[in-house]
């Protein structure tokens, strides 16, 4: 994000939501693709290039702080260094977002439904639906610039289509990760010459064994004379 309407966690809180249903700090089993106990810590390096303009460059921190009481059953808590905070449950159908909060909301906001960030079976082909929006295009001459206010809730359609993948980041060498897919469109005027268009919106996750998400790619490609577009990829540079 290179503006203070882009901020780097708001983009992607979608991608960094995920949960676990159990009322004690011992991790599941079945989340080692993404650690939910309390103690974990991630740092991301995030670049983001908006049209024409240089690469803008920031950290984001995440934060593990364990299972707590929330609702009926227990959720895990985690927290962004920019005060977003995201309360996930995990059990054989996911990893999934319950909740999430601000700094300026009273209470935490439930997802309903709730927000599937990993979905079972771990397997090429698995697929699910959630919620986005266009982080990163924008109107070139109107206010507000940004395409979210007016496009707040498109529906993107994830699906697995690695379970063996490979990547390298500041971190290091990560294989046997799970690599998600999600696309989705939305409808824009682009310029009097090409009229509406079906604009494409991608993001691209990697989840990979003991350090869980490792890299997010997201494209929201546009050039007209009213619109411009971005890419935004977020690598895990440490982890504890």
């Given amino acids: 994000m290179a503006a203070s309407g882009t901020r780097v966690v708001t983009r992607l ?6 949960v676990g249903l159990v009322a004690c ?9 993404f650690p939910l106990a309390a103690g974990h810590r991630w ?5 983001t290039r908006l049209g024409d303009d240089a690469a803008d460059e920031e950290m984001l921190t995440m934060r ?11 959720a895990w808590h985690r927290r962004s260094d920019s005060g977003i905070d995201y309360w996930l449950r995990a059990d054989a159908s996911g990893i999934y977002r319950v909740a999430s909060k601000s700094d300026l909301d009273a209470a935490p906001l439930p997802d309903q439904p709730v927000r599937y960030v990993l979905k079972t079976p771990y397997a090429v082909g698995t697929q699910w639906q959630a919620t986005t929006a266009p982080y990163l295009l924008m109107r070139s001459n109107e206010f507000p610039r940004e395409i979210r ?37 939305v409808r824009l005027y682009a310029d009097p010459v090409s009229g509406w268009r079906d604009l494409p919106l991608t993001t691209v996750e990697w989840y990979c ?5 490792a890299k997010v790619e997201r494209s929201e490609p546009a050039r007209s004379a009213f619109l411009t577009g971005g890419t935004r990829t977020l690598e895990l540079e440490a982890f504890e």
């Fill in 209 to 213: 064994p003991t350090v869980g998400l």
């Fill in 43 to 47: 740092t991301y390096r995030v670049v």
């Fill in 149 to 185: 206010h007016s496009h707040p809730a498109v529906l993107m359609v994830y699906q697995i289509d690695a379970t063996d993948a490979a990547i390298d980041t500041p971190y290091g060498h990560l294989a046997h990760c799970l690599r998600v897919r999600g696309t989705a469109s």
């Fill in 25 to 33: 700090d011992r991790e599941p089993a079945y989340d080692r693709l």
């Fill in 64 to 74: 593990t702080l364990g299972s707590e009481s929330f609702g009926a059953t227990a």
């Fill in 13 to 18: 809180s979608l991608l960094m939501s995920i």
